[in-house]
T-cell receptor
Framework: DADVTQTPRNRITKTGKRIMLECSQT?????MYWYRQDPGLGLRLIYY???????NKGEISDGYSVSRQAQAKFSLSLESAIPNQTALYFC??????????????FGEGSRLTVL | DQQVKQNSPSLSVQEGRISILNCDYT??????FLWYKKYPAEGPTFLIS?????DKNEDGRFTVFLNKSAKHLSLHIVPSQPGDSAVYFC???????????FGTGTRLKVLA
């Protein structure tokens, strides 16, 4: 089983609809991240969280919101989806303390298409 | 404003030869750098990292070089294997922020 699980893996929706992408992890990591991948633009940081009470905006947070429901869960919402939010979305986690390598652990991605 | 740039969208290399992937950054506060590999339909996976206190880090076939004065890093893969064909992302961070900024990616194709 994956340590970082994203649901849904694929979603097609219409402009104006509310969409939630969910991420859960069993790694026990404190830090969680949401990125989107677009062709030619790489991975861009949307939001990140260091614990349940700590939420930070990334490079491209407009049009998105997040919720850290528990240490293991971090959800990304699009309140009113628009076509240019069509992308591949990744959740990632990172550990704190110990032997820190800076490694991010990614989920398998959620492909979102907004028509 | 792209703080981390990978100017080569794609690269083709013969099996057994060296692959060199390049990455440039603009933020002088970045002091920790990472490379990730991504296969289709999978999430990126960590390859190797380097702190700004070093100029080189090796792990098997993978070596990362950091040139702080030029704000440039490169990933060398020797020898290249067909299984190395993937998209490679570099990422940068300022220590203590844990805010990872990624580049645009380079698609490597290793030809058998």
């Amino acid at each position: 089983d994956a340590d970082v699980t994203q649901t849904p893996r694929n979603r097609i929706t219409k402009t104006g609809k509310r969409i939630m992408l969910e991420c859960s992890q069993t790694k026990g990591h404190d830090r969680m991240y949401w990125y989107r991948q677009d062709p030619g633009l790489g991975l861009r940081l949307i939001y990140y969280s260091f614990d349940v009470k700590d939420i930070n905006k990334g490079e491209i947070s407009d049009g998105y919101s997040v919720s850290r429901q528990a240490q293991a869960k971090f959800s990304l919402s699009l309140e009113s989806a628009i076509p240019n939010q069509t992308a591949l979305y990744f959740c990632a986690t990172s550990r704190t303390g110990g032997l820190y390598t800076g490694e991010l652990f990614f989920g398998e991605g959620s492909r979102l298409t907004v028509l | 404003d792209q703080q981390v740039k990978q100017n080569s969208p794609s690269l083709s290399v013969q099996e057994g030869r060296i692959s060199i992937l390049n990455c440039d950054y603009t933020n002088s506060m970045f002091d920790y750098f990472l490379w990730y590999k991504k296969y289709p339909a999978e999430g990126p996976t960590f390859l190797i990292s380097i702190s700004s206190i070093k100029d080189k880090n090796e792990d098997g076939r993978f070596t990362v070089f950091l040139n702080k004065s030029a704000k440039h890093l490169s990933l060398h893969i020797v020898p290249s294997q067909p299984g190395d064909s993937a998209v490679y992302f570099c990422a940068a961070m300022t220590s203590g922020t844990y805010k990872y900024i990624f580049g645009t990616g380079t698609r490597l194709k290793v030809l058998a």
